[in-house]
């Protein structure tokens, strides 16, 4: 005999494995397929003679029903466990014992294990409370949205303070941009697994670079700062390092590879925090990278800015370096996999040829989506991005006749 529930299939993948619950109480009549066969989407595993009791409980015939393989079977073609399925067959530890005595369909197990959800927090419109997908759905959209009132799955919610009780208080309104992007950013947080590495960049040599080639950039009108250098050097090691110029797809089980960079830069402006984009950076010379910078920062600032200049980003660089600072941990902008903060640079004694020398350092941040990079990318990414920016000849045309 089998219950609502009961594990009657294990499923397993390379990574993982996941039980298959019985919808339906009842006996197993019939087992149509044998320990290491393969089987496809929609094949039928077995025949439950369905306990009267519950059907009625239903509305539904009381008659036979065929188990079949749905919404756990993703692929054309699996291979059945090993393991004998019998009804002593233990809950796997993939399933959440919250989950037992629960009404829900297979897929939307699923979903909640994936998604981190406990199912026990959410209140089913189904027959007998039955967990329906739109109830999933608007449980999740309500967290973040900011709009659920009894935690962040399964996290306390902050307490709610009169603040009038200690003092004077203003109250004053987000600005329209903030409260747009403020439930993305908390989104990025807590879906995305974020790891941040830190190194420095002498920029020596790119400095004076840029020292040289100011005026030219003066007389077309526009200002060449060091973020235009840090973005085609980023460029460069994109292409050496696809992964971080790429996307989770919306199952989150494959990784798009976009054959176009464009670079998203934060720009501040008196109503929050926006992120134009550069299209096709790794097209464009440094000089043309500069004069969109300051366009787009123009733009900006100004409000006119249109939503087509800040879609489409494959890479975010983010530079306080003119604010200050040593160091941050930027938020990645999703769907993007990572984004790179730049502080302030300044002279640091750096240790050369038996002397310390004064040199120019750039403090930069990595924060990357550990479910696409491991640690050994994200510090090959940063290694060659120091590299690179300490060698202006490897992603510049311009060649530099200053000694260190």
């Not at 065929?66 to 090993?82: A, C, F, G, Q, R």
């Not at 990414?381 to 690179?388: A, D, E, P, S």
Request: net charge negative; hydrophobic share 35%; charged share 25%.
């Amino acid at each position: 005999m089998v219950k609502v529930d009961d594990p009657i299939l294990t499923l397993e993948t390379d990574k993982a494995a996941m039980d298959v619950p019985s919808p339906y109480p009842g006996k197993v009549i019939s087992i149509y397929a044998n320990k290491g066969d393969k089987i496809n989407q929609g094949d039928d595993l077995c025949l439950i003679d369905v306990d009267t009791s519950f059907v009625d409980d239903q509305d539904d015939e009381p008659e036979a029903v065929m188990t079949e393989v749905s919404d756990e079977i993703e692929k054309t073609e699996t291979t059945l466990p090993t393991e004998t399925i019998s009804k002593e067959h233990e809950t796997s530890n993939f399933i959440s014992k919250s989950f037992s005595g629960l009404h829900a369909s297979p897929s939307v197990r699923k979903l909640a294990r994936e998604l981190g959800v406990d199912l026990t927090e959410i209140k089913g419109t189904g027959l007998k409370d039955r967990i329906q997908p739109e109830d999933l759905k608007s449980y999740v959209k309500g967290i973040i949205t900011g709009k659920k009132t009894d935690g962040i799955m399964g996290l306390p919610e902050l307490p709610i303070i009169d603040y009038a009780n200690f003092g004077p208080i203003e109250t004053v309104q987000l600005s329209r941009i903030k409260k747009i992007s403020g439930p993305r950013l908390q989104a990025s947080w807590i879906n995305i697994p974020h790891v941040t590495q830190h190194d420095e960049v002498d920029i020596n040599e790119l400095e004076q670079i840029r020292i040289d080639l100011k005026d030219e950039a003066k007389a077309q009108g526009f200002s060449l700062t060091i973020l235009a250098f840090i973005i085609k050097g980023v460029c460069k090691v994109l292409l050496d390092f696809p992964d971080f110029n790429s996307s989770l797809d919306a199952k989150g089980e494959n990784l798009i590879h976009k054959k176009y960079i464009n670079i998203g830069f934060a720009a501040n402006t008196d109503n929050g925090l926006m992120v134009p984009v550069i299209k096709k950076a790794e097209q464009k010379d440094l000089l043309t990278i500069a004069k969109e910078l300051s366009e787009l920062s123009k733009l900006a600032r100004d409000g006119k800015i249109q939503l087509s200049d800040m879609q489409g980003g494959t890479f975010t660089v983010s530079s306080l370096g003119g604010f200050g600072g040593t160091g941050f941990t930027p938020i990645i902008n999703a769907p993007e996999v990572a984004i790179l903060g730049v502080a302030r640079s300044q002279i640091k004694p750096v240790f050369i040829k038996g002397q310390f020398l004064p040199r120019l350092i750039l403090p930069i941040s990595l924060s990357y989506d550990h479910r696409v990079i491991d640690g050994v990318g994200g510090i090959q990414f940063t290694t060659q991005l120091k590299n690179t920016l300490e060698n202006p000849s490897s992603f510049l045309d311009i060649s530099s006749d200053e000694n260190d």
